[in-house]
């Protein structure tokens, strides 16, 4: 399930807007499916009384009716209302859809049809207040990152380069543990994943090399001892050499009859990448950034209460990044950070999200008076990501329809009760 929507906040007499907002819909060709069960109602129980909607203020969050757009049967229109931290009512427009791009097309319908149908002097234009969130983003990176200490006060905006995937940093330690040719732990692109060798993308290994965390050489090597006869600046400089009447000083070969390949090593740049925590930070942020959260700050600075945050779905994430397994101070200090948070944004749900090379004891998940931390192995982070985030998109779902549907719970007394 996907879920696109947008807000309208109204004061505290907004009592009933959120159903005046389905009525507009319906009037546009959308169906009511709460107006279809009241006709079923009255079909075969025609002395029933159905019990209607109440116009007091909502006491949480709820739905109201769910609608049918007539040119997408299969999406949803959720018409939901709950009561505002400032004593107001808002009303939620939530689209549903088997994918992000039909719950986008369904916001975006159920927008133009409100406002056109609602551009009068009731107009709902000086009402809305949110789209998907999108007001806190700015928000999260001019403000939130920097109460975080992610961000300097007079620091300017990161420029920043594309963060690396983990299979880039597996491919890193694939290197590190290969045996040393030329003084270095190395590969061979002739051997990338023959006879049970590392299953490595030789345009992966390229790319790192343009980074500077790999180093890239051309080689002549002996067909024969799977020795290195030379080394060239490119495999031109290798064909050249090939062409010379000389003969390989291992097996006395000419050299035109000896293999040209291409050596992957791992540069000191990349040994230090590696031996950092560097390579999580950037692992975690390309996970992020591929599921669509763009407001994503990632530090690299030590003993900061965290390492990154990230804003999705109207919650905030905060990591906290450890090659070995967290210690107690560690979860203490990132508790005290998602407390401190809380303080600067009321309201705003916040997660503690700990990501580390090696398990830890779920013993250890949570401290006292806190809500419990969340383990991502860093071997696994793909399926850990993908569970975390669909439990947040389900919270947030939640929080803005709430779990009652208020006219399809009816008290069953009330509607079989005959008249008089």
């Known amino acids: 399930m996907e879920f696109d929507y947008f807000e309208y906040k109204f004061s505290a007499d907004g009592a009933g807007q959120a159903r005046r907002i389905a009525s507009m819909l319906a009037e546009q060709g959308y169906q009511s499916l709460q107006r279809d069960a009241l006709d079923l109602l009255r079909r075969y129980l025609p002395n029933a009384t159905p019990a209607g909607p109440t116009e007091a203020p909502p006491a949480g969050a709820r739905t109201v009716d769910v609608l049918v757009p007539a040119a997408d049967r299969i999406a949803r229109i959720l018409v939901c209302e ?14 549903v859809g088997r994918t992000p791009e039909e719950a986008h097309r369904g916001r975006t319908a159920a927008k133009l049809a409100l406002d056109t149908k609602g551009n009068g002097d009731r107009g709902l234009a000086g009402h809305l207040a949110g789209d998907n969130g999108r007001a806190r983003q700015p928000r999260f990176r001019e403000e939130w990152a920097r109460a975080l200490g992610l961000v300097q006060a007079d620091a300017p905006e990161a420029a920043g380069s594309s963060p690396r995937p983990f299979a880039s940093s597996q491919a890193l330690f694939a290197l590190q543990g290969a045996q040393p040719m030329l003084g270095r732990p190395s590969l061979l692109r002739s051997k990338l994943g023959a006879n049970g ?20 050489s051309f080689v002549l090597m002996c067909r024969e001892s799977g020795q290195v006869v030379g080394v060239g600046k490119d495999a031109a400089e290798v ?51 591929r599921r669509n959260c763009d407001a994503v ?14 804003y999705f779905r109207d919650a905030v994430l905060l990591f906290r990044l450890r090659e070995s397994a967290p210690g107690d101070e560690d979860l203490r200090t990132l508790q005290q950070a998602g407390a401190e948070f809380e303080k600067v ?76």
């Open 345 to 420: 944004a009321p309201g705003v749900p916040v997660r503690s999200v700990v990501v580390t090379a090696q398990p830890a004891a779920a013993a250890t998940s949570s401290t006292a008076g806190g809500a419990p931390h969340v383990f991502l192995n860093a071997s696994q982070l793909e399926d850990g990501m993908d569970r975390l985030l669909e439990e947040l998109k389900r919270d947030a779902f939640t929080r803005l329809t709430g779990t009652t549907f208020e006219f399809m719970r009816p008290d069953p007394s009330t509607l079989l009760s005959r008249p008089g």
């Open 82 to 95: 709950r009561p505002g931290a400032d004593g107001g009512i808002t009303a939620a427009v939530v689209a």
């Open 239 to 289: 064909q050249a050499a090939m062409q010379l009447s000389l003969r390989c000083p291992h097996c006395r070969r000419p050299l035109s009859e000896e293999v040209q390949d291409v050596l992957y090593s791992l540069s000191p740049q990349g040994e230090e990448f590696i031996k950092s925590t560097r390579w999580m930070r950037d692992a975690v942020e390309s996970s992020l950034r």
């Open 197 to 216: 060798g590392r299953a490595l993308d030789p345009s992966q290994l390229d790319g790192l090399s343009n980074e500077g965390l790999i180093d890239r």
């Open 297 to 310: 700050v990632l530090s690299d600075t030590p003993n900061g209460g965290v390492d990154g945050a990230a």
